[in-house]
């Protein structure tokens, strides 16, 4: 392990045991208002510096959701900068979800046309790191304007065979874009992966991608079953065709099951077993199991794994899931949801 790596896996630690406590969770799950959880992270937790500034009584949701994603951005561009110049493409990787995101989150704001709304919740922060003119993207509102700031990009060729016209918002195909995405960003992940890691490291990182491809491909078929009814080759299109744990003759049996409790009945027997306990429920909130499974194998690897791509990788994801759990509370003070319903919904 070079110097490098050392300090990345340390840093990570370090970072990650600053990670807010459920003692930290409990207080924030009982406080009445935006101001009082501004106020708790302000005074009480690693959110201290970045919220210093802030006078809490004045901070609205937007705000403070801007602030913390702001400062969770900070800490991954930390580990970043240790990096080693030949393994930053790896480090990059992170970057180009983050871009996919915010294309999602504009064709989102196309199809419904809340462009005022958007525009509290833009990450100017991210201008400088973007492939494509950030600002720009902000003022989207048609799709051949978003095809004109992606012109110079990866995303381009993915986007245009999904072209309307102005007016004609409404029928953009927003799943078969969201999967084309996510199997371009996967295929450029894994290659990147073979040619800047190798032996041991270059196959736990691809493991770990492989297990995130799959537990987003349960959640997926799982809300196809649950809401849609969908037809099976609809399922299928939506997947990225990656298989770690789940040959693509389980997959198959998965898609086949006729309800989403089946589907649920059949999961059990696999490694993705998740916890869930009562298969006969009606409704089973799938991400929490699938994120409560990828979190635990987070946890793990920024504890005990030497491996500096793979304890990176883990690590932003448990910054990010801190990130929603914060995030979750914030709403559901806003619209009065029960503690114990937001206690169900936080992972850490």
Do not use: C, W
């Amino acid at each position: 392990m070079s110097m490098a790596e050392g300090v990345i896996v340390a840093k990570a630690r370090s970072m990650h045991g600053e990670a807010l406590s459920e003692e930290m969770y409990q207080e924030l799950l009982h406080k009445k208002s935006v101001a009082e959880i501004a106020g708790y992270l302000k005074h009480e937790t690693s959110y201290a510096a970045a919220l210093k500034d802030v006078r809490e009584n004045n901070i609205h949701r937007g705000q403070l959701e801007s602030i913390l994603r702001q400062e969770i951005f900070k800490k991954t561009m930390k580990l970043y900068r240790y990096a080693d110049a030949a393994m930053k493409p790896y480090y990059r990787l992170h970057m180009q979800q983050i871009e996919i995101d915010l294309i999602l989150s504009r064709i989102r704001v196309l199809i419904s046309q809340e462009y005022e709304a958007a525009i509290a919740e833009f990450p100017i922060f991210l201008k400088p790191y973007t492939s494509f003119d950030l600002l720009r993207l902000g003022n989207v509102h048609s799709f051949d304007e978003l095809l004109d700031v992606l012109k110079h990009t990866m995303y381009y060729a993915i986007l245009l065979p999904y072209r309307v016209k102005k007016g004609e918002e409404n029928d953009i195909d927003y799943t078969k874009i969201e999967t084309q995405l996510q199997v371009q960003h996967y295929t450029h992940t894994f290659q990147v992966i073979d040619k800047t890691l190798k032996g041991k490291s270059r196959k736990a990182v691809k493991q770990y991608f492989a297990t995130q491809i799959e537990l987003s491909n349960i959640e997926k078929i799982y809300r196809y079953k649950k809401y849609f009814n969908a037809r099976e080759d609809v399922i299928r299109e939506s997947l990225v065709p990656v298989h770690e744990h789940l040959s693509a003759a389980f997959v198959e049996e998965l898609i086949a099951q006729p309800n989403a409790r089946a589907f649920i009945k059949l999961l059990q027997s696999s490694t993705y077993r998740l916890g869930i306990e009562d298969t006969e429920k009606d409704y089973v909130y799938i991400e929490y199991y699938t994120d409560s499974f990828l979190y635990a194998l987070a946890k793990k690897n920024i504890y005990y794994s030497l491996d500096a791509p793979l304890v990176y990788s883990s690590y932003l994801y448990t910054a990010e899931r801190e990130l929603e759990n914060i995030i979750n509370i914030i709403e559901g003070v806003r619209y009065h949801v029960s503690i114990e319903d937001m206690q169900r919904m936080l992972i850490y």
